[in-house]
């Protein structure tokens, strides 16, 4: 079982950046999602496509950031645009929830890709 990210890179503010994550086991059914962990700080949910369907974005990102999850291809997508500052994080891919569809606990985690917005 292995997820691996890719796409992180340095951008200005106002930039666009897609991430990618391929999942090297069939994600049909499972939900996955993006986090991201910024130094200093606690790791946070960006954005989750459910089992169910349903997505959340956390509040930061909302308008900004689409999630999108392509079973054929095993990959889950994050496109980023506007980006801030704010947004400097190492960006981790996650995969198929326990329990609950939408708030359970991710069992598969990635490496993360870094992601860094400087002007």
């Known amino acids: 079982v292995q997820l691996v990210e890719s796409g992180g890179d340095s951008v200005q503010p106002g930039g666009s950046l897609k991430l990618s994550c391929a999942a090297s086991?069939?994600?049909?059914?499972?939900?996955m999602g993006w986090y991201r962990q910024a130094p200093g700080k606690e790791r946070e949910l960006v954005s989750a496509?459910?089992?169910?369907?349903?997505?959340n974005y956390a509040e930061s990102v909302k308008g900004r950031f689409t999630i999108s999850q392509d079973n054929a291809k095993n990959t889950l997508y994050l496109q980023m645009t506007s980006l801030k500052t704010e947004d400097t994080a190492v960006y981790y891919c996650?995969?198929?929830?326990?329990?609950?569809?939408?708030?359970?606990?991710?069992?598969?985690w990635g490496q993360g890709t870094q992601v860094t917005v400087s002007s």
């Open positions: 996650a995969a198929c929830r326990n329990g609950d569809p939408r708030s359970g606990p991710f069992q598969y």
């Open positions: 086991f069939d994600v049909s059914g499972c939900g």
């Open positions: 496509h459910n089992s169910d369907d349903s997505i």
